[in-house]
């Protein structure tokens, strides 16, 4: 018997199987081999008929009938030209997935007989379906298909699978996985579990990379019921960390698009991730899994587009950069209370509340001038609001207002024509553009008013034209409401520290209220937008001038959901009115001072309500070695339903240095030690950007180190050194975490910065400590580590 077989499999079992893989090898290679002239031809053809589109088409604009017949043509040259496309795009994607399978055809096998049916089918399950085109015979079924679920949810016995229509019950007879590379099996097993360690295992000795891997022949049965929810319109996944669920969620996109393929596309799906360097890491999953990538950003990208350039908008980084490097500022622990009470459901209810009250008076206008000339007083904009049914919302009365307002400036710019200055204008244009100009509007006003006399006054023309071009910027700035002051009526919420009082429903105010309000003011009048700020300031507006909706969007993906604020899911909830919401996080990893929780009373359970909610809980951690899950969860209270996958290496290691000055040469002799045993990816993390630039610099002459920071675009193999916050969601081999000393970590709001830090780590984790250990390594399990005194 090899030595990569189970005991329940036969060496009969072994050689029909490797008999079968190279039958269905060969079947895929003529496949290949029938496609690429196909798909080569079909490529050619559009090529061709795209550079002689007009060549086909017949044109002549004479008579009413010769228009008629020319249109005829063109359509009749893009149907064609749309077909060949078509044909081009289904027949390359069917030979990209016949490529793929090539190597590894399958991973796993059932056998089950249906209820009522006396013999037990086999179904092979794999990245994509292969499938005899004449026969109808499978010999490879996509993952996602129905069926396939019963290798992820059951064990060998009574089963079934839901499909479309219908319930389909029977008997599963047999669970078989496989490990199949470059078209030669290496391991095979029968299991009676979901997945067998032994596949697991060697999926997770794997090193990390520099992409996230999505390896479906792992899929367990918690993270399937993630993959195929099709019922919840909110599904909250709260898992420990490494326990797969950024996986799963890419997963299950793929499976949306899969099951809904005739209706739902990738670009109907948005991932909100952590920042740029993560949508890089994710970005090769969806497309590794036969489909095309989803619409990826960050909230605060769509933050930028918005505020900016009106506000300098600070990042949640730099806020994170303060949080942990500001203690000293006399401001510090009022600003702290500003950002927990401004992330709040009680802040939430008070911008609310005072858009309504200003929608009965308060509101703050802007004339609508030009030039230094008034042609609308503020006071005359705020007249025209107020006199408008005050049970219409606020949003509503400020489109009606608008309404008002570009009629009166048609007023307006009628009455102008005659005024001096434009006589001046006339003897003052740029002939040729004019005359263009000229002709182009003349055509306007004949299609508008089929009266008009090409003999009206040539003057009269000219003078519309100026005055026209005149108000343009005016009636541009009425279009998109610019003459609301959002500005003053955010800013009065914090003039008077005792208005907000009544805006809260109860709520109690920060301690520090007063001080807040002075620091926020003090800001916002220089038009620097903290981050805190930023959310409600942009919900207030939307408020006041209507929310501007993404209807195409279908499906809203976030990731670190720990770290979103009330008013950020309200947000998301109102941009994107027609989506469903997977929503992925860890509490655990809630590092930042406005994180919300994902269980219990929270504000993503009233999004859609808890009857349209799912929370499904993710406890089994992958990642990391048991020995460092064992180290890591003993930091944390509560964390005994972590559950360590049985994969076991070396305890972490804490270094306790002298002083910081034997640190440099300690990191530079242990990461050339890791490197020589294979580790590629090896992370130096610390706790803020500017120790990471010292690190960087200190190592950069002995190691050939890259620094990222919140800019960075992509992440690499190799060595890097890394803030600890930006690490969030990415694994390496090794990390080694820089100072885990009581004078880097100290405070308890960062005990879960810590714990986010070493659960980056799959294989190696080491901690420098130059000076007392820091507290959480002293709450944490001394018989979990071990530690070395290096003199």
């Known amino acids: 018997?090899?030595?990569?077989?189970?005991?329940?499999?036969?060496?009969?079992?072994?050689?029909?199987?490797?008999?079968?893989?190279?039958?269905?090898?060969?079947?895929?290679?003529?496949?290949?081999?029938?496609?690429?002239?196909?798909?080569?031809?079909?490529?050619?053809?559009?090529?061709?008929?795209?550079?002689?589109?007009?060549?086909?088409?017949?044109?002549?604009?004479?008579?009413?009938?010769?228009?008629?017949?020319?249109?005829?043509?063109?359509?009749?040259?893009?149907?064609?030209?749309?077909?060949?496309?078509?044909?081009?795009?289904?027949?390359?994607?069917?030979?990209?997935?016949?490529?793929?399978?090539?190597?590894?055809?399958?991973?796993?096998?059932?056998?089950?007989?249906?209820?009522?049916?006396?013999d037990s089918e086999p179904f092979y399950i794999g990245l994509a379906t292969f499938q005899n085109e004449e026969t109808g015979a499978f010999y490879v079924y996509d993952w996602?298909?129905?069926?396939?679920?019963?290798?992820?949810?059951?064990?060998?016995?009574?089963?079934s699978y839901e499909?479309?229509?219908?319930?389909?019950?029977?008997?599963?007879?047999?669970?078989?996985?496989?490990?199949?590379?470059?078209?030669?099996?290496?391991?095979?097993f029968d299991t009676g579990v979901t997945i067998g360690d032994e596949l697991l295992q060697q999926?997770?000795?794997?090193?990390?990379?520099?992409?996230?891997?999505?390896?479906?022949?792992?899929?367990?049965?918690?993270?399937?019921?993630?993959?195929?929810?099709?019922?919840?319109?909110?599904?909250?996944?709260?898992?420990?960390?490494?326990?797969?669920?950024?996986?799963?969620?890419?997963?299950?996109?793929?499976?949306?698009?899969?099951?809904?393929?005739?209706?739902?596309k990738a670009d109907q799906i948005i991932l909100f991730s952590p920042n740029p360097m993560f949508n890089s890491y994710v970005a090769s999953v969806l497309p590794e899994l036969g489909e095309e990538n989803m619409l990826q950003t960050t909230f605060q990208e769509y933050l930028d587009h918005s505020l900016q350039p009106e506000y300098q908008v600070e990042d949640p980084y730099d806020q994170m950069e303060y949080v942990l490097g500001q203690t000293d500022d006399s401001t510090y622990e009022a600003r702290l209370e500003g950002i927990r009470f401004k992330a709040s459901e009680a802040y939430l209810d008070a911008i609310r509340n005072h858009v309504l009250q200003s929608g009965r008076s308060g509101l703050f206008f802007h004339s609508l001038e030009q030039n230094g000339r008034v042609y609308i007083d503020a006071s005359e904009i705020r007249d025209c609001f107020y006199r408008l049914d005050k049970s219409i919302q606020v949003s509503n009365r400020m489109d009606l207002t608008r309404q008002s307002l570009l009629e009166r400036l048609k007023e307006l710019e009628k009455a102008e024509r005659s005024e001096d200055w434009v006589t001046?204008?006339?003897?003052?244009?740029?002939?040729?553009?004019?005359?263009?100009?000229?002709?182009?509007?003349?055509?306007?006003?004949?299609?508008?008013?089929?009266?008009?006399?090409?003999?009206?006054?040539?003057?009269?023309?000219?003078?519309?034209?100026?005055?026209?071009?005149?108000?343009?910027?005016?009636?541009?700035?009425?279009?998109?409401l610019e003459f609301i002051d959002l500005h003053s009526l955010y800013l009065e919420l914090f003039r008077d520290p005792a208005k907000m009082v009544g805006l809260t429903n109860g709520h109690a105010l920060p301690n520090a209220?007063?001080?807040?309000?002075?620091?926020?003011?003090?800001?916002?009048?220089?038009?620097?937008?903290?981050?805190?700020?930023?959310?409600?300031?942009?919900?207030?507006?939307?408020l006041v001038k209507g929310f501007q909706t993404n209807t195409q969007i279908r499906h809203v993906v976030i990731d670190e959901a720990q770290d979103y604020s009330a008013f950020q899911f309200e947000f998301l909830k109102r941009l994107f009115p027609r989506a469903r919401m997977t929503v992925l996080g860890d509490f655990n990893q809630a590092i930042f001072t406005h994180s919300t929780t994902l269980s219990?009373?929270?504000?993503?359970?009233?999004?859609?309500?808890?009857?349209?909610t799912e929370t499904i809980h993710l406890t089994q951690s992958y990642r990391s070695t048991w020995e460092i899950v064992e180290f890591t969860r003993s930091m944390l209270d509560g964390n005994e339903e972590i559950v360590p996958f049985r994969r076991y290496g070396e305890k972490p290691l804490v270094v306790r240095l002298a002083d910081g000055n034997s640190r440099r040469d300690r990191i530079v002799k242990d990461t050339q030690a890791l490197q020589e045993q294979g580790y590629e990816t090896v992370a130096i993390l610390c706790r803020t950007a500017a120790e990471s630039r010292s690190a960087y610099e200190e190592l950069k002459d002995a190691l050939p180190v890259r620094l990222i920071s919140k800019d960075s675009q992509s992440f690499s193999k190799g060595l890097s050194v890394i803030p600890s916050y930006l690490a969030k969601g990415v694994e390496f081999d090794a990390v080694l975490i820089y100072d885990a000393s009581e004078a880097a970590y100290s405070s308890e709001s960062e005990r879960k910065l810590f714990y986010t830090a070493c659960t980056r780590a799959?294989?190696?984790?080491?901690?420098?400590?130059?000076?007392?250990?820091?507290p959480f390594l002293r709450d944490a399990d001394s018989e979990t580590f071990t530690v070395e005194q290096q003199r």
Not at 86 to 92: E, V
Not at 99 to 104: A, D, G, Q, Y
Not at 210 to 225: C, D, H, L, P
Request: proline letters at 5%; charged letters at 25%; one cysteine or more.
């Open 203 to 264: 999926a997770l000795s794997r090193g990390a990379d520099s992409q996230m891997k999505s390896i479906v022949a792992t899929i367990q049965k918690e993270q399937n019921r993630i993959i195929r929810n099709l019922t919840s319109p909110m599904l909250i996944v709260q898992g420990a960390a490494g326990s797969g669920k950024t996986s799963a969620a890419l997963q299950r996109v793929a499976y949306l698009l899969y099951r809904h393929r005739s209706y739902l």
């Open 1 to 118: 018997m090899s030595d990569n077989q189970h005991e329940s499999v036969t060496n009969a079992d072994w050689e029909t199987e490797t008999t079968r893989i190279a039958k269905v090898e060969t079947l895929l290679q003529q496949e290949i081999e029938h496609l690429e002239p196909i798909v080569g031809s079909l490529r050619e053809q559009v090529v061709d008929i795209r550079k002689h589109f007009w060549d086909g088409v017949s044109i002549d604009l004479g008579t009413a009938d010769d228009v008629i017949e020319t249109y005829a043509s063109m359509r009749q040259q893009a149907e064609v030209l749309t077909e060949r496309e078509i044909g081009h795009r289904n027949q390359a994607d069917r030979l990209k997935k016949m490529i793929r399978l090539l190597p590894s055809p399958y991973f796993g096998r059932i056998d089950f007989t249906e209820t009522g049916e006396s």
């Open 144 to 159: 996602r298909t129905p069926v396939a679920s019963l290798y992820y949810d059951h064990s060998p016995g009574p089963a």
């Open 513 to 542: 209220w007063p001080e807040i309000c002075r620091i926020t003011v003090e800001r916002l009048n220089a038009k620097r937008l903290p981050h805190e700020d930023a959310t409600p300031l942009l919900y207030l507006t939307e």
């Open 163 to 188: 499909t479309p229509v219908m319930t389909i019950t029977g008997t599963m007879d047999m669970k078989r996985q496989y490990v199949i590379r470059n078209g030669q099996l290496e391991m095979m």
């Open 600 to 612: 219990g009373r929270t504000p993503l359970l009233q999004l859609f309500g808890p009857d349209k």
């Open 762 to 774: 799959m294989h190696h984790l080491t901690l420098y400590s130059p000076g007392p250990l820091n």
């Open 424 to 480: 001046d204008e006339l003897d003052y244009q740029d002939r040729d553009r004019y005359q263009q100009a000229y002709v182009q509007f003349r055509k306007r006003l004949k299609e508008k008013d089929p009266s008009f006399e090409d003999s009206l006054q040539e003057e009269d023309i000219l003078r519309r034209m100026i005055v026209k071009d005149h108000f343009a910027p005016l009636r541009r700035s009425v279009q998109q």
